[in-house]
């Protein structure tokens, strides 16, 4: 409210002389965006009288401007100023610039270019200008600069709040928030080169977020302001122009970062016979697909790993018998369920599981992300819980060391024993965010530690925490990527645990998980922290083979094309199976891998290259006493203290074969369903036609005794996908 004190310091301040270029300048601009409005703004829900609230008060307004009723001091003290100041609060944006003190206007439309508060990333200016989220992301620079300034507390709601929800009651939310210019500046126009609209106001109300977003109009053009501006004194505002509301949907900036790859192709097999990749135990692609599905959207195809969403899965594949051979392998050709033509080879290896009492000694480092952008539910405070868990988990003679990394890298916890789990926990409950991210130096501070605690013929890990957002030392993959090939040679091994979304690089945590003889995992619940971090502790920590890779010849004579399933990010080269020196994937204790390949069998017409016209290339199979196989599968690996690898072979023959699809086992039956959603989920054409309805129908049925609901949840994901995707 203007009290009496404010309207008689106003009565006598001197009219100034006019400048008649200035006054030109900004009456001509206040009447474009006058004119403007009133083409644009239709008649909407309101008064008897036809015309809303908020209209009546711009033509009010408008007949102020043109009859220069602005000229006398005191009719501006009573007649303007009081709809100014909710006209202002109706229509316009943030932070205008300031008024001289002898009421001219020292800055026009005309005399400054337009001057935006600096973001971390600015729409191109042929976008549409998205708002800010309800609940901003948090990067490194937001935190330092949150750590050098104050945000002012909000200003009381005036009676005008009441005029405003008798206006808005019917209309829906809508969360309108474009990021607010700073003081004294001039925000910049449309994106139709619409000039900004000119109000002059005193002390503008203030309403909470809420109350903001029920008064946006439901299709007309004006916007309700992020945040009224707080006004010093008596000097006058110039706002900006409001955005269209089709150019303010809220859209949450995401720099997610996911490795792009295309889907294997299909090989024929007198011309490429062979196909060689690295195992994959991770389960990172599982947890984020189910994040993005059950946030109400279809996932980024580049973020669907289809090996990891089969290998998220616990199989009851049989085992070996001890751990000299550290897994065995089961090879199954079964009938196709989305193509008649073709059939599936499933090849499934089962980890020996190491039994607790056998379990080896664990040196084990946290190193944990404690900067900034982590300062999210979903990042620090989830971290901090998921850990508690796998504490609960250690041995009193296991040691545990805890190293964090913001601006720069810190040892929090010095090696302490399991015994000492308060000590633990309490070290892990102080941490808190803040500053750059330093993952470098926290990587060698790490890897220091668990040298100085190392474990012969234990467990020695690094167990990496964080977002992945590296911008301090070494931040590209290949740089961190050469610092992780060089010190897991001393026999210290990495495992990554990603949290959060919007800022995650799940490129880097795949590249030095891969290269750190470690697993990748992402964490988005308690529930899935429970499960990587205590259920399956014994295959997070305990590696019982590394550097696994799977090498599968084709016979020509019976198999006229092959595709892999997934693995596209572990594909080798030919010559790299009897290399080892090549890295390649680990086994932890218990871990089940499945690799699934589509074949094309000889003469069964579903071949989807043609034929060469001047004859085939000539290929070896073996000889006649292998004619009837359909492939040759080899695995290579080495012990975890070994680094010469051993060989282990499977023929696949009609032995291997069962004559239905329902004849295969539940847990492959389950598998191929997983794979086929996620071939779904990548638009992949083989299964264009494979409806969601049919996947959940063959998981489903081989759900078996699924003890902790894994996939009764996978259930539901396919029901989420489905409603989803309009493709079906």
Known sequence: MVDDNELERLRDIAVPAPDGEAKARAFAAAMQAFDLDEKISPVGQGTSA??????????????????????????????????????????????????????????????????????????????????????????DADAETRANSQVAAPKPATEVDGLLKQEAAPESKRALQPAPAESGQLAAGGKDGSSNRVIMSMTPPSVDEAERADKAPAGGAAAIPASPPAVADSKLMVQPAPMPVDQLQPQEENRDRVENFKTNPVHETAQDPVSTFSIDVDTASYSFVRRSLKEGSLPDPDTVRIEEMINYFPYEWKGP???????????????????????????????????????????????????GSMDEPDKLPLLKSAFRLLVSKLKPDDTVSIVTYAGNAGTVLMPTKGAEKQKILAAIDNLAPGGSTAGEEGIREAYKLAQQSFVKNGVNRVMLATDGDFNVGQTSDDDLKRL?????????????????????????????????????????????????????????LFTIAKDVKIQVEFNPATVSEYRLVGYE??????????????????????????????????????????????????VDNGGVANAGEYAFVKIRYKLPDENVSKLITTPVTAANEVSSFDAAGADQRFSVAVAAFGQKLRDEDQTANFSYDRIAEIANAARGADPFGYRAEFLSLVRLASSLDGNK
């Open 321 to 371: 018998e001890s751990a000299s051979t550290p897994f065995n392998s089961i090879v199954t050709v079964m009938p196709t369920p989305w193509n008649e033509h073709t059939k599936l080879m499933h090849v499934a290896i089962k980890g020996f599981d190491v039994k607790p009492a056998e379990q080896p000694k664990a040196n084990l480092v946290f190193l944990i992300d404690v900067s």
């Open 50 to 139: 036809g015309l809303r609230l908020t209209e009546r008060a711009r033509m009010l307004w408008r007949d102020i401007m043109q009859r220069k009723l602005i000229a006398t001091p005191a009719i501006t003290a009573l007649v303007a100023l009081p709809i100014a100041g909710y006209a202002a609060f109706e229509m316009l944006k943030d932070h205008p610039p300031v008024v001289g003190g002898n009421g001219t206007v020292t800055e026009t439309l005309a005399d400054k270019p337009a001057a935006q508060k600096p973001a971390p990333e600015q729409p191109a200016i042929n976008e549409p200008l998205a708002a800010a989220p309800a609940k901003e992301k948090k990067t």
């Open 484 to 540: 992780i090939e060089k010190e897991r040679k001393t026999g210290v091994f990495l495992s990554v645990f990603g949290f959060g979304r919007g800022n995650l690089n799940d490129q880097m945590m795949q590249t030095i998980a891969q290269n750190g003889n470690g697993t990748a995992a992402y964490i988005d619940t308690l529930a899935e922290a429970e499960k990587v971090l205590v259920e399956d502790a014994s295959s997070t």
């Open 569 to 618: 990010t572990r594909a080798l080269k030919r010559e790299d199976f009897n290399n080892d020196r090549v890295d390649a994937g680990d086994i932890g204790s218990g871990h089940s891998v499945t690799a699934v390949y589509e074949i094309t069998p000889k003469g069964s017409g579903g071949e989807q290259v043609d034929a060469l016209r001047y004859g085939q290339a000539k």
